[in-house]
């Protein structure tokens, strides 16, 4: 079993309501289900509380959990249901915390655990119960028990943002959120311009490499092509951009993602029918991520 579970798909901030009630209205959290004995889980958006729910109750997963929390990046809407994460508050519950930190003088310990102080929270880090440990990340892989690859590369972000590779079985699934294409900044520079094109052209094959024969790559895609206009720089891609990723990568499915909180279900609903019409006589098949979706590799 290689399964992805989407419990949060939002970015930016959470997004409740009747017009996000279809896809969702949580921030990012994805789990990754397999037949091991432990859990792997992308990102500690608000979509996390539902999922600790999810794992106390699955007669699948073996008790007592063993945890392994992976963080694209610090930003707020990735971190913010950390404190409601129940194994946290558990004896005997193992969970390990990797992730980037943009400030070497602030280990992930501090920005992510310290969300639990009294002038933000109730209880403190040290009040909890189970076993939770943090781990800094930089580009590179590691081999979890029972031959889980995982491999994270920096993408382009305001702040240190890594992207994963998760091989399992013979199966490939990738992620490249919170990521936006790397552009030329020499565009008024004569002197330089040309330099700063490769550059920015060599990055952007590096990324693509990286996800390259995914078999599922969930990609940003907050903006439209008009809206990025008014946001570049901000750390985020549009639909156009993602498929033409995907397209070079020769990935097989593309859940669109980090959707926008102005980005309303009938919105989303035009969006994905618009482009499984587009695409449906390739190789590419192309939707939009929802809560609750299940995609088994």
């Known amino acids: 079993m290689f399964k992805i579970i989407f419990w949060g798909v939002r970015g930016s901030i959470p997004c409740p309501g009747p017009l996000t009630a279809k896809y969702g209205g949580n921030t990012s959290c994805i789990q990754i289900k397999t037949d091991l004995d432990y859990q792997i889980i992308l990102d500690a958006g608000t979509g996390i509380r539902k999922l600790a729910t999810s794992l106390f109750a699955d007669p699948e997963v073996k008790k007592p959990l063993k945890i392994f929390l992976f963080l694209t990046h610090t930003h707020w809407d990735h971190i913010m249901g950390f404190p409601f994460f129940g194994p946290i508050y558990v004896p005997g519950i193992d969970v390990t915390v990797f992730g980037p930190v943009t400030y070497e003088d602030e280990p992930l310990e501090k920005v992510v655990g310290g969300q639990l102080a009294y002038r933000y929270f109730p209880l403190r880090r040290d009040e909890l119960k189970s076993n939770l440990k943090f781990q800094n990340l930089k580009e590179g892989s590691m081999t979890l028990p029972g031959g889980i690859v995982i491999s994270y590369k920096y993408l382009n972000h305001p702040v240190s943002c890594l992207g994963y590779r998760i091989s399992y079985k013979n199966k490939v699934f990738s992620t490249c959120y919170d990521h936006e294409p790397f552009q030329n900044l020499f565009l008024q520079d004569p002197i330089n311009e040309e330099e700063g094109q490769i550059a920015a052209d060599e990055n952007n094959a590096k990324i693509t490499a990286f996800f390259q024969n995914s078999d599922l790559l969930i990609h940003d895609a907050q903006y ?44 989303l609903d035009y969006i994905n029918k618009s482009f499984k019409e587009k695409f449906k006589n390739t190789k590419l098949n192309v939707f939009c991520a929802y809560e609750g979706m299940e995609i088994s590799l």
């Open 224 to 267: 439209t092509t008009i809206e990025y206009k008014k946001y570049v720089g901000w750390g985020h891609s549009t639909y156009k951009y993602a498929i033409n990723q995907a397209l070079r990568g020769n990935v097989k499915r593309l859940a669109l993602f980090h959707h926008d909180p102005e980005r309303y279900d009938k919105q």
